[in-house]
């Protein structure tokens, strides 16, 4: 493993690392969700599961450039509503995604985009607390 020190001298994983790690989690969530809601969310599983990946990397690239703008922007909204506008962000990036991908990747109703929303933002929580920082721990 290879960590990287910033100006800072913050530690953090390679970016390389660190993708891997998260499209893992976000095809395993997108595997999961769209076998136990087949109606609602629909992920092609031809090729091998290739849209699951594709998916996740859209979702990942979407929540490294686009979601910091989107929090930026809607910062008083979450404010006003203390937070809970916050996952609205998750779903906004997940109907981009459905939009790009289009056939292969389709979430049908807000509520269950909001659900994919909340289990993503777990899988995040998850990869942050239980991988990635106890890996930053053992290569110091």
């Known amino acids: 493993m290879k960590l990287i020190v910033n100006d800072k001298k913050e530690v953090r994983l390679n970016r390389f690392i660190d993708w891997i790690i998260y499209m893992l989690g976000y095809a395993i969530v997108l595997i ?14 031809s090729y091998s599961g ?5 998916a996740s990397i859209i979702i990942y690239m979407l929540n490294k450039t686009i979601k910091p703008l989107l929090v930026w922007l809607t910062l008083p909204l979450t ?3 203390m937070g809970l506008f916050y996952p609205f962000i998750n779903v906004f990036i ?24 909340i289990f993503i933002s777990i899988i995040n929580i998850i990869m942050q607390k239980c991988v990635i920082e106890p890996l930053i721990r053992r290569e110091k």
Request: net charge negative.
């Open 50 to 54: 290739l849209w699951f990946l594709i």
């Open 94 to 117: 997940l109907y981009i995604t459905d939009f790009l991908l289009g056939n292969h990747f389709e979430i049908n109703g807000i509520f269950m985009a909001f659900i994919l929303a």
């Open 79 to 81: 404010g006003l509503t």
């Open 32 to 45: 999961i969700v769209s076998a136990f809601f087949k109606n609602t969310i629909n992920v092609d599983s």
